[in-house]
Each structure stands twice: as C-alpha cells, then as structure tokens.
C-alpha cells in the first residue's frame, strides 16, 4: 500500500520561489528509502512537508492516509503520533536530561513508567548513551546529541522514521550504529526515510534513492 504519495507537488515558502516544483513520487509501506541532494536542493524541506510542517504550495500529497493539501490539526496530530523525526538541528529539550528526552514522545503518547523506563534504558544502550543518560543537552558532544535525537525518534516505537541528516555529525563509528539501529528497524517493517548528503555505501538490503536537483527530484533505479 502507498505510504505517501505526491502528485504535482510543489514545495515553496513563497510565492516568488519555489523549492520543489511539480514532483511526482509514491513510497510504500515498509520502504527504506534514501534521499540526497546539494546543500539547499530542499531536503528538510521535503521531510518537512512529509510531517505537515509546510503545506503543499500546489498539488497534493497523502502521508498515511493524511491529506496534507487540506491540513487539519488533528489530523496532523494523529499523523505524528506515528512518526519518529530525527532533526538536523536535534531539537532536544535543554532543561531535560537525556533520559528524559528520549522518553518524551512515550510520556506524550501515555505510557506507564516501568514500560518507558525499560524502553529508554534498551535505547540508550543501542545509541551507547546509557553513562551519559544524567547528562543535559548542552553537556554533550554534537554527535551525542543526535545519537540522543535518533533514540527519541524510535522511543514510541512509530511505524515511519523521518530522519534529517542523522549521522550528519557522526564518526564512522557511529554512524555504522545508527545505520544497523535504522536497519533493523525497517527489518521490522517500519518505514525509514534519511536524507543523507552521502550515501552509506554498505547497505545489503532493498533500498531506494532519491536524488533532488534543479527543484527536481530524480530517482536512481
Ligand atoms: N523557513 C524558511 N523560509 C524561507 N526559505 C527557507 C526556509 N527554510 C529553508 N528555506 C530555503 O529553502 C531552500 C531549501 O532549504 P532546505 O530544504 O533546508 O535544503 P537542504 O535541507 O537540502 O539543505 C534553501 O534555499 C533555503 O534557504
Ligand atoms: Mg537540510
């Protein structure tokens, strides 16, 4: 089943240019898909529009059966209940720790504390956070902080990953986790969307790759 479609669609945060203009996609449910693009093509713009963060300029797109062009709060509410975004720039709560930041969009989706509290210990094993997990956002190293980011991504356990540039600011090292860890999410038959400036280069299983350029998007089959 088609997980999001677009069909004419063009991205803009205003009228005198457009971002994206005219583009035709569908992804399925279960995809992992990779999307690249030059500094500025409109990456974050497009993971933007997929969460209901910027309204279609013209044409149409459904995300999960939302349709985006007619956008309604609860609506987008619903949607973002089942997506985990991991942003460029983190968006981590400074007054939190990290534990507590990881655990957020379990707390918002209501779960109980025993349930969230072994939930956040797995992930912050998985993103080897667990002897920073006291810490503050601002106490952290970059890289850590998006690890922290990629863990709140997954912490409600959402059926879509959205994910900005996560190894952006990473080691190799970590990045390989993160890769595995967004792997083995989709393994799971989550979708798992990651704009990326450089592809991974060791990726064993089906995938797709969208290239955006000239307001344009390309795919390499
Ligand atoms: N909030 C905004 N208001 C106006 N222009 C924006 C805004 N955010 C991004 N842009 C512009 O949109 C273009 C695409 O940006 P972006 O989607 O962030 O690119 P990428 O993520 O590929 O680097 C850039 O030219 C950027 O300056
Ligand atoms: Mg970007």
Redesign the pocket.
Known sequence: MALITAKNLTLA??KR?Q?LSHIDFEIQEGELVFIT??????????L?SFYGAIAPFEGSLIVSGADLSRPKKSMINTLRRNLGIVF?DYKLIKEWDIEKNIALPMIIAGYSKDVVRRQVDKLLAHVRLTHRKDRYPAELSGGEQQRAGVARALAHNPNIILA??PTGNLDDYSTELVMELFLKVNALGKTVII?THRMPGNINVAYRHFH?ESRGMHEYT
């Not at 693009?37 to 497009?46: E, I, N």
């Open positions: 945060y205003n240019e971002i693009g030059m500094s500025g093509s409109g990456k974050s713009t497009l933007k460029q900005d540039e704009v955006l």
